[in-house]
């Protein structure tokens, strides 16, 4: 069959002011890799807020990839303005449809829409839609008639070794290799996705509370001498939202991968790792660590369910230093309950870490849908959200680039989170000169 894969194109987020690519869509990279290897003919199409009206008649299936809640209108724009076959099977999924596949099923008019994991789902559904019954597909939902039907949940794959590499040359090299990516260095350096899932609560993430699955080392090693091959990179940045959980597991990637001798950052928590882990990390090429600190005030890393501590966050900035890694930091503004004093514990720890921290990159808190925070908007004062009744119907203002929307708090409140975001970002831009 013929398949189109649509993607929502996204920015990088990490820097203050500038729009800049964001990584490729891993979702649909690996949902083409395995639809090609079943013998389909894909392509892989961006959609923009200025590219929403398409030609897709010449496709039997066309899959929409709700990757964010942010660009769900202009994705939702794309369906209805592009020309898909009547007997074309329409698909949702991605990270929107996941938590809320009733409305996308809907919103979309499609026959399906999936849920969770969808590597094995896509491939039954290309299968039973040359005569079979979506009915008979775990993982999904579909209309039968006007009631929404749900099949029973598809568990996660158990070994995601198996699954093929990203179907990368399915898009433009440029989209692939990029060259100001890599720790201020000017490597050409790909993107790349070692697990899945991240087991820990945090209430402001949408990633969290699902469980973490490990490619292996030796899988690691294949896709890279593959991109040093394909692509000739010199470095990679690991884009999960957690690498570092499962030691032993980042153990086993460090030391399959150390003879390459790339250049290559990766995210984590401050609270998993470890001095022997790091030199590991090290030794294998590493060269940033970009821990997500959130935040100086212990209260509010609490309330944020990060649960980590001031001590923590400097232990692992030293311990990356130590090893000659530089460690760079994310940091949330404007969580409910942020305030002057909350700020100042937030500036005095940047502070203290001073140029241990080689990089900073400063969000502004906005309730992402699907976290905790957006699910439970009331309990923690926060409104806008499309399950309270004031919804006013716009996806785009949940963007967590530049969000100055007020979600919490009175005039006095946001007058105070305003001045202190102010203070907070003045601060970051002189010390660490508004890096990405
Ligand atoms: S913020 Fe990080 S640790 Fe917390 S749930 Fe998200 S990915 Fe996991």
């Known amino acids: 069959m013929r398949v189109a894969l649509l993607y929502p194109e996204v920015y990088d987020m990490a820097r203050f002011r500038e729009e800049r690519k964001e990584f ?16 389909h003919e894909v392509a892989i ?16 299936a066309v899959g929409f990839s709700l990757a964010s809640s942010a660009t769900y209108g202009f994705m939702l724009r794309a369906r209805r303005q592009s020309a898909i076959r009547d ?8 990270v929107h449809c996941n938590f809320y596949p009733e409305s996308s099923l809907r919103d979309f008019q499609a026959h399906v829409a999936t849920d969770g ?24 939902l579909y209309l039968d008639g006007d009631q929404v039907r749900r099949t029973p949940r598809r568990p996660l794959l158990r070994d995601i070794d198996a699954l093929p590499l990203p179907a990368r040359h399915l898009l433009p090299r440029e989209d692939i290799v990029i060259s100001d990516r890599l720790a201020g260095t000017d490597l050409p350096m790909a993107h790349v996705m070692f697990s899945r899932g991240c087991p820990f609560p945090c209430s402001f993430c949408a990633a969290g509370q699902t469980r973490i699955q490990y490619r292996s080392g030796a899988s690691a090693l294949t896709e890279l001498e593959h991109l040093v091959e394909a692509y000739g990179i010199e470095g990679f940045a690991i884009v999960d939202d957690n690498f570092i959980v499962a030691r032993r597991k980042v153990g086993d ?19 998993t790792v470890d001095e022997n882990l790091v030199a590991r990390m090290a030794r294998a090429g590493c060269i940033e660590i970009k821990y997500g600190m959130e935040s100086g005030s212990e209260q509010l890393l609490k309330a944020m369910r990060k649960n980590t501590r001031r001590a923590q966050i400097k232990r692992a900035v030293h311990m990356a230093n130590d090893a000659g890694i530089e460690a760079k930091v994310f940091v949330i503004h404007g969580f409910p309950g942020e305030d002057a004093a909350t700020t100042e514990e937030t500036v005095s720890l940047l502070q203290e870490l001073g140029a241990t921290v080689s990089r900073v990159s400063l969000f502004r808190f906005v309730p992402l849908p699907g976290t905790e925070v957006y699910e439970n908007a009331d309990l923690y004062g926060v409104r806008g959200t499309h399950l309270q009744p004031d919804w006013d119907g716009d996806w785009e203002k949940f963007h967590i680039h530049h ?15 305003e001045t202190s975001h102010t203070r907070l970002r003045n601060f970051v831009e002189s010390g660490w000169n508004a890096q990405g």
């Not at 007997?87 to 991605?94: F, H, K, Q």
């Not at 003879?259 to 290559?264: E, I, K, S, T």
């Not at 969000?403 to 989170?417: A, F, K, L, P």
Request: aromatic share 8%; charged share 25%.
């Open 24 to 39: 490729p869509p891993f979702g649909v990279l690996y949902l083409a890799a395995v639809c090609e290897r079943a013998g």
């Open 87 to 94: 007997d074309a099977l329409v698909m949702v999924g991605g």
């Open 45 to 60: 199409e961006k959609v923009t807020p200025d590219r929403t009206r398409l030609d897709l008649t010449g496709f039997d």
């Open 403 to 417: 969000n100055t929307r007020r979600w919490w708090g009175n005039d006095q409140e946001w007058e105070e989170i």
């Open 117 to 140: 994991e969808s590597e094995e789902t896509i491939l039954a559904l290309l299968d039973q839609h040359r005569g079979g019954s979506p009915a008979n597909v775990p993982g999904i």
């Open 253 to 271: 990637i460090c030391d399959h991968i150390a003879h390459l001798r790339l250049r290559w950052s990766a995210l984590s928590r401050v609270d």
